[in-house]
Nanobody, 124 residues
């Protein structure tokens, strides 16, 4: 079992930045691949990015590539999402998720553990 708690959401103007953080507790943090997903109003939840275990290889959705950066801190057991050059279409609820599986990390059904989400609103 692992518990996830997101923080850092808020309201920002287009072009601005936000940094989201996901605090984890429970079983060994290094066991899991960590992902971020988001859900815009009236839309399906979509993959944003993921970061592997040791080595920390990262993967991004095309829509955020070059603007978002995911990182993990093995001492603090946290996963951060730095979001720059934000656009109104980045608005949504952002979820942190964890999976012990080593495939399909861009699909939400791969992830067994989810946080409650944090709201991000980007105004134009």
């Amino acid at each position: 079992q692992v518990q996830l708690v997101e923080s850092g959401g808020g309201l920002v103007q287009a072009g601005g930045s936000l940094r989201l953080s996901c605090a984890t507790s429970g079983r060994s943090f290094s066991t899991y691949i960590m992902g971020w997903f988001r859900q815009a109003p009236g839309k399906e939840r979509e993959f944003v990015c993921a970061i592997r275990r040791s080595g920390g290889a990262t993967y991004y959705a095309d829509s955020v590539k070059g603007r978002f950066t995911v990182s993990r801190d093995y001492l603090q057991n946290t996963v951060d999402l730095q979001m720059n050059s934000l656009k109104p279409e980045d608005t949504g609820v952002y979820y942190c998720a964890a999976t012990a599986l080593d495939y399909g990390f861009d699909h939400d059904h791969t992830y067994a553990y989810w946080g409650q989400g944090t709201h991000v609103t980007v105004s134009s």
